[in-house]
């Protein structure tokens, strides 16, 4: 899933280890979610979105709201 | 990465299996060869060594609970999944080959070993498939 989270991430000069730890979770987990490459379980996106104290919706982009723009 | 907690249980646990593996093989077989063994204890003994690597399999599922990072916890279940695949097939390309007598018959704990084998190759999908977020 397409996501601002590595954008979030420098904007506050934290490393993927910096954000992992804050996260409770795997350097690799953050690289894995910064990528696309894996979506987050709906808890884990809740505490990303509480850590940047921003709406899930900010930092995700919802899959049909970006197939919706590409039409 | 620094490892889990979960990891490190699990290390402790396999390792602590792996000897009690091995003392319970070189047991059997050390009764077996010297006909120390009554009949009536044949069969619980020679099950023995099979009791630690269920203990294995025991505590991979155990890791898989208490993992909390749910991407590493992911990444383990697919090298399980490609483990299984791969244990699985070679035992029914093996059973196809010894009924048509084109090979010899193998012992059915080559499942396991193939299956431990399986979880290296599931390893290298992972890295291959997602790069430095697979490893």
Not at chain 2, 2 to 7: E, G, I, M
Not at chain 2, 20 to 40: D, E, R
Request: proline fraction near 4%; glycine fraction near 8%; aromatic fraction near 14%.
């Amino acid at each position: 899933m397409e996501n601002r989270l590595r954008l979030l991430r420098a904007e506050r000069n934290w490393s993927q280890q910096d954000l992992g730890q804050r996260l409770e979770v795997s350097r690799q987990s953050v690289n894995a979610i910064e990528t696309g490459k894996y979506d987050p379980s709906l808890p884990l996106a809740f505490r990303i979105a509480e850590l940047f104290d921003l709406p899930i919706e900010e930092i995700f982009v919802s899959p049909s709201t970006r197939s919706s723009k590409a039409i | 990465m620094p490892r889990s907690v979960a990891w490190t249980r699990y290390n402790w646990r396999v390792v602590g299996l792996s000897l009690l593996y091995a003392t319970f093989l070189i047991s059997a077989v050390y009764g077996f060869k010297h006909q120390l063994v009554p009949n009536a204890l044949k069969y619980p003994i020679a099950i023995l060594p099979a009791l630690p690597i269920i203990g294995i399999f025991g505590a991979m599922g155990r890791y898989l609970v208490e993992e909390q990072d749910e991407y590493v916890r992911m990444l383990m279940v697919r090298q399980m999944l490609w483990a299984s695949g791969f244990a699985l097939s070679c035992a029914t390309i093996w059973g196809f080959l010894d009924n048509f007598g084109l090979v010899g018959h193998a012992d059915g704990y080559w499942v396991v070993i193939a299956w431990f084998f399986g979880l290296g190759i599931g390893g290298l999908v992972n890295k291959f498939s997602l790069g430095a977020a697979g490893c």
